[in-house]
């Protein structure tokens, strides 16, 4: 299995761990999405993409994550100690949707992310832009020119939506 391609896109939260966001694709076949590259104590690392563990309310069934107090649903008292424990006693609040097996897959799909954010993080600079946060990365600044190109004529406009969103249409 080879990694054979890597999409960065850098977060723009000053002072967060959370450096940017990666898309991995495997052999041209397959694509995991929301990859995380963070900002460890020894470097960057990555975290797989991960989804909140929920439970069903005992009452009416309603879903809830496991760090609620009351049910969503009917409002009804829930148990604290209702999760499932790691080997060190905690709750699992979160579990990883896909993940590599063994520890060489991991430092593939690792130093692929991490050398293809280092890269964004040198265009950017190179653009003159700016990376804030903490060490060496962490955000992105504005990007000379804005962060868009420019819309094609004959496109509608995002006309109500907030801005850094749209309905989908790219220009």
């Given at each position: 299995?080879?990694?054979?391609?890597?999409?960065?896109?850098?977060?723009?939260?000053?002072?967060?761990?959370?450096?940017?966001?990666?898309?991995?694709?495997?052999?041209?076949?397959?694509?995991?999405?929301?990859?995380?590259?963070?900002?460890?104590?020894?470097?960057?690392?990555?975290?797989?993409?991960?989804?909140?563990?929920?439970?069903?309310?005992?009452?009416?069934?309603?879903?809830?994550?496991?760090?609620?107090?009351?049910?969503?649903?009917?409002?009804?008292?829930?148990?604290?100690?209702r999760?499932?424990?790691?080997?060190?006693?905690?709750?699992?609040?979160?579990?990883?949707?896909?993940?590599?097996?063994?520890?060489?897959?991991?430092?593939?799909?690792?130093?692929?992310?991490?050398?293809?954010?280092?890269?964004?993080?040198?265009?950017?600079?190179?653009?003159?832009?700016?990376?804030?946060?903490g060490?060496?990365?962490?955000g992105?600044?504005?990007?000379?020119?804005?962060?868009?190109?420019?819309?094609?004529?004959?496109?509608?406009?995002?006309?109500?939506?907030?801005?850094?969103?749209?309905?989908?249409?790219?220009?």
């Open positions: 299995m080879q990694v054979t391609n890597v999409k960065v896109k850098l977060t723009s939260v000053p002072g967060e761990k959370l450096c940017a966001y990666c898309t991995i694709t495997l052999d041209n076949e397959f694509v995991i999405r929301d990859v995380k590259i963070i900002e460890g104590a020894n470097g960057h690392f990555v975290a797989m993409p991960s989804r909140k563990v929920t439970d069903r309310c005992p009452t009416c069934g309603g879903k809830n994550h496991l760090r609620a107090k009351f049910c969503n649903d009917c409002g009804g008292k829930l148990d604290p100690n999760g499932t424990k790691d080997e060190q006693g905690r709750v699992k609040l979160h579990l990883d949707l896909a993940h590599p097996i063994n520890q060489e897959c991991r430092q593939r799909l690792e130093t692929a992310a991490v050398e293809a954010y280092k890269v964004e993080v040198t265009g950017v600079r190179a653009a003159g832009g700016t990376i804030q946060g060490g060496s990365g962490g992105q600044g504005p990007r000379p020119g804005g962060d868009r190109a420019p819309r094609p004529e004959g496109l509608p406009k995002d006309e109500g939506m907030p801005d850094g969103f749209s309905s989908g249409i790219h220009g």
